[in-house]
């Protein structure tokens, strides 16, 4: 049974920064690609930034350069280090795992960025 678990998440400032960490637990068969999606109030849940087995990073235009996705692949943990926030980046964040031959995905229980002054 394969667990995904969010953490980091809370209350910042616009300007602030926050880390949000993804925690895996169980098995998840390799290779696989490791992502963060958000959904914001009364939208629809968006892609955020991803990165795979061998490291290769991707991120939505919205948050290119001020966003960070990593992973350390010996704790089954990832990161979103999350820079000069915006109001905008409020929403609901999730961390999902997708196995890249049979495109099983996990996902977790989300974790709440409020971005406000």
């Known amino acids: 049974q394969v667990q995904l678990v969010e953490s980091g998440g809370g209350l910042v400032q616009p300007g602030g920064s926050l880390r949000l960490s993804c925690a895996a637990s169980?098995?998840?068969?390799?290779?696989?690609?490791m992502g963060w999606y958000r959904q914001a109030p009364g939208k629809m849940r968006e892609l955020v930034a991803t990165?795979?087995?061998?490291?290769?990073?991707s991120y939505a235009d919205s948050v290119e350069g001020r966003f960070t996705i990593s992973r350390d692949n010996a704790k089954a943990t990832w990161y979103l280090q999350m820079d000069s926030l915006k109001s905008e980046d409020t929403a609901v964040y999730y961390c999902?795992?997708?196995?890249?031959?049979?495109?099983?995905?996990?996902w977790g229980q989300g974790t709440q960025v409020t971005v406000s002054s």
């Open positions: 990165i795979t087995s061998g490291g290769t990073t």
């Open positions: 999902n795992a997708v196995e890249i031959f049979n495109k099983r995905t996990y």
């Open positions: 169980g098995s998840i068969l390799r290779p696989y690609t």
